[in-house]
């Protein structure tokens, strides 16, 4: 559940940031893997596994708990989220280049006549 509340999450931002340029894109990616490590952590930190029992206490000290022991799984998600970021996005500006749109080859067309 709260992986995907992630998933939303990071759709949202990058919606809302809409990168334009590499730097922005690996940016976006590096707020994306943030993102997903705060709120799947937090699931982690809050549900009950089986039985019942929670993995750590409910206060801040079992928190920060969580996030410290989570660490070393991040650095997977931080690589591939900003890899992936960055490939896509170098994808997508090839494409452009590749197979520029109707009103660029209009404007471009209007200017050599």
Request: proline share 4%; glycine share 10%; charged share 10%.
């Amino acid at each position: 559940m709260f992986d995907y509340a992630a998933y939303v999450t990071i759709f949202t931002i990058g919606r809302w940031l809409r990168p334009s340029n590499m730097r922005s894109a690996f940016g976006t990616g590096l707020v994306a893997a943030a993102a997903f490590f705060v709120i799947s952590n937090l699931g982690v930190w809050c549900m009950p596994q089986d039985g019942g029992q929670f993995l750590y206490p409910r206060t801040r000290a079992g928190l920060a708990t969580c996030f410290v022991n989570a660490i070393p799984f991040a650095r997977g998600t931080v690589v591939g989220d900003i890899g992936f970021t960055m490939v896509f996005f170098g994808a997508l500006q090839l494409l452009a280049v590749a197979s520029p749109d109707k009103a660029t080859a209009t404007k471009t067309a209007a200017a050599d006549v």
